[in-house]
């Protein structure tokens, strides 16, 4: 049985009450390097983006998640599922803990072991994917500790303060049933 929930988070769909913190995000500079985000997103943009959020993964390519705790039911990040590609059975995937203080205590790794699930059981992906900088050291660790493996490396990828960084490539291969 498959669940969008594991200890010590659940994910649930975007909603209304997502606009804040979707503006707090897509708004921090900081976050901009992984992105692709050149200028900010007004509240009218992302009310506009929540607002068709309902449409399918087969449609747009791609699905936002919020991961909430299950004790209290706090926003604490989202994980996304994009360039979703069925005809070759692969999904790139994503994840952003939003503060340091609910960093290191299980959730990205709830959360992006669930959507690994999600992916095989509903959209009978082969692979999955993930590009990280090679200074992210704290994602290296999470996708190397769920089994993915990197398998690349795209030099001086992304313009970063000035300089350019390299972004390792990593994949996931579903065990064939």
């Known amino acids: 049985m498959i669940t969008l929930k594991r200890d010590p988070i659940y994910l649930r769909a975007l ?102 699930d999600y992916a095989r059981e509903h959209l009978k992906v082969h692979q999955l994917f993930a590009n990280i900088a090679e200074d992210n050291l704290a994602s290296i660790q999470l996708f190397e500790k769920l089994g993915f493996v990197r398998s690349g490396l795209k030099k001086d990828w992304v313009h970063s303060g000035g300089s350019y960084k390299n972004e390792l490539f990593y994949q996931y291969f579903h065990e064939e049933s």
């Open 15 to 116: 909603e209304p009450k997502d606009l804040n913190f979707l503006y707090e995000l897509e708004n921090d500079e900081s976050v901009w390097e992984v992105s692709n985000t050149a200028s900010p997103y007004s509240k009218f943009v992302l009310k506009q983006y929540l607002d068709n959020a309902h449409k399918d993964i087969y449609e747009v390519k791609q699905l936002r998640l919020v991961i909430c705790t299950s004790e209290g039911d706090a926003v604490v990040g989202f994980i996304d599922l994009f360039e979703f590609d069925p005809k070759h059975d692969r999904v790139g995937l994503g994840i952003i803990i939003f503060s340091e203080e609910d960093r290191h205590q299980g959730y990205a790794t709830a959360a992006v072991e669930a959507v690994c």
